[in-house]
Each structure stands twice: as structure tokens, then as C-alpha cells.
């Protein structure tokens, strides 16, 4: 009775931590009560009614009510959860959401194989914004079977799941294939996705990749040539650069774009030139 009693209580102590959230004007330390109450109670028949309020609150594009029904629903559900907290990460609301990236990540990691049979129809399914998030997240369980449907959606016409791609593509380390595609990543015609591969690329160090990194100095982005710099440093580190490649950064070293000219020049180890 006394834990009916106390499940029957926590509802409307959720619908007053939603509500609370709603109000601008809400004393926040009367909420992070409830939310600990809440969290603390850790139950079971309370999972529905988070998520419907999880989904309004990113409805409504309430950043920081996403992040505490978040908290409550992953300490609640556990990796039950995933589902819909990919669906809330999936939402841009103008936060950094670097609580919630964690907790997806660190839940898929602990249960691989069920959070892939949720990861794998949402990469596929036709919400752009869900479809970016589960590709995201695939790189922390990445299995060799995955690189057909991230070839696939590297020729999306989204940049952003393109993008994705290239972070899930360096979680499958130096596999040809999958280096291959970021190679192929760096025609892209977005700066930024060509900026992502060459990041992969310069972490990955792989000696195949060099030439077609260095050809990319020539990019119209100065951000790119930036990277270039940075990517064939990171090369650099680990042994002495080859001559071409030393003619790049030397090139780059005097390039108009100062940022260009920073970068090449710690990646040479000397002294920027300056206008």
C-alpha cells in the first residue's frame, strides 16, 4: 500500500516539476527538488508520463526542460530509454547537449546490441533529424556491416547527415573501406564536411591518405587549407614529413588567410609570417 501510495504521489510531483519548467518565473531550486525526488524514486510506472512531458518540452523547444526530463527518463528507464532520447537529442534547440550526447552514448555502449536494433531502422527512416542522430551514435557501437548504409548516406542530399557520417566512419579506424569513404568525403562540396574528413584523416594517420590531403591546399575554404595544415601535422608528429608534404605547409605557411598561415606554421614549427 505504502508504495502505491508513493507512485500515486509522483505523478502529479512530475506534472508540477513540468509545469515548473514551463514557467519562467519558477523558483529553479524548488525544481531541482523535484527533480532529485524524482530521479531518487527511480519508478518504473512513472516512464510513460516522462516521456509524454519529454516530448512536449522539445515540442515546445524548451532546451532546458529536455535536459531534466532527460535526466529523470535515463535514470529511470536505463537503456530502455534510448529510443526516446535519441528522438530528443535528434532536436536542435540551441544547446550543447553534451549531458545528453553522453548519457546515449554511454547507454549504447553498455547494451550494443539493443540499442543497435533501435539505431539501425532510425539511420534509414525518412525524419532527417533522427536519421543524423542515429548515424551519429552507430560510431560508438560500429560494427563492419554498417559501412553499406553510411556509403549510402554519404551521398544524402543533407549535409549534416553527411557530416555524421564522417565521425561514425573514423569510429571504424582503418578499415580500407571505411577509408576509402572518407576519402572520398573530402570531394564533398560542403567546406564542412570536407573540414570533418580531414579531421578523421589527420586522427586516423594513415600514410594512403596523405596525397589525397595534401591536393585539398589548393581548396577555394580557407577553413579547409586550415585543416590541411592541421591534418598533415598531425602526420608529422609521428615521423618526420616527407618533402611534399613539407612544400605544402611551407606554402600554406604564406597563404593570405592568416588562420591558414597559424596553423601551417605550427604544424612546421616556425614562426608564423605576419601581414
Given at each position: 500500500m505504502e508504495d502505491q501510495r508513493a507512485a500515486g504521489e509522483l505523478t502529479p510531483r512530475l506534472d508540477e516539476l513540468a509545469a515548473g519548467l514551463a514557467d519562467p518565473d519558477c523558483d529553479l531550486d524548488d525544481l531541482a527538488e523535484i527533480e532529485e525526488e524524482l530521479v531518487a524514486a527511480r519508478r518504473q510506472e512513472l516512464i510513460p508520463h516522462v516521456e509524454g512531458h519529454l516530448a512536449a518540452a522539445v515540442e515546445a523547444g524548451d532546451w532546458y526542460a529536455r535536459h531534466v526530463?532527460?535526466?529523470?527518463?535515463?535514470?529511470?528507464?536505463?537503456?530502455?530509454?534510448?529510443?526516446?532520447?535519441?528522438?530528443?537529442?535528434?532536436?536542435?534547440?540551441?544547446?550543447?547537449?553534451?549531458?545528453?550526447s553522453t548519457t546515449l552514448h554511454v547507454l549504447a555502449q553498455e547494451h550494443p546490441a539493443a540499442a543497435r536494433e533501435i539505431l539501425l531502422p532510425c539511420a534509414v527512416g525518412d525524419d532527417e533529424d533522427l536519421r543524423r542522430a542515429a548515424i551519429w551514435l552507430l560510431g560508438f557501437v560500429p560494427e563492419r556491416a554498417d559501412l553499406e548504409l553510411l556509403a549510402h548516406a554519404a551521398q544524402d542530399s543533407d549535409e549534416g547527415i553527411r557530416s555524421a557520417v564522417v565521425?561514425?566512419?573514423?569510429?571504424?579506424?582503418?578499415?580500407?573501406?571505411?577509408?576509402?569513404?572518407?576519402?572520398?568525403?573530402?570531394?564533398?562540396?560542403?567546406?564542412?564536411?570536407?573540414?570533418?574528413?580531414?579531421?578523421?584523416?589527420?586522427?586516423?594517420?594513415?600514410?594512403?591518405?596523405?596525397?589525397?590531403?595534401?591536393?585539398?591546399?589548393?581548396?577555394?575554404?580557407p577553413r579547409v587549407r586550415a585543416w590541411v595544415a592541421i591534418a598533415s601535422g598531425r602526420f608529422s608528429a609521428l615521423e618526420p614529413a616527407d618533402f611534399a608534404t613539407l612544400a605544402v605547409l611551407d606554402r600554406l605557411a604564406a597563404d593570405a588567410d592568416p588562420y591558414v598561415r597559424d596553423q601551417a606554421a605550427e604544424a612546421r614549427h616556425i614562426k608564423p609570417l605576419r601581414d
Open positions: 526530463l532527460a535526466r529523470i527518463l535515463a535514470e529511470t528507464a536505463g537503456h530502455t530509454s534510448l529510443a526516446a532520447l535519441l528522438r530528443a537529442y535528434s532536436r536542435d534547440l540551441g544547446d550543447d547537449q553534451d549531458s545528453l565521425g561514425t566512419l573514423g569510429s571504424h579506424g582503418t578499415e580500407p573501406d571505411a577509408v576509402d569513404l572518407l576519402l572520398n568525403l573530402l570531394d564533398d562540396p560542403s567546406p564542412q564536411v570536407r573540414i570533418s574528413a580531414l579531421g578523421s584523416l589527420g586522427f586516423l594517420q594513415h600514410p594512403r591518405t596523405l596525397g589525397k590531403i595534401r591536393l585539398l591546399a589548393n581548396d577555394h575554404d
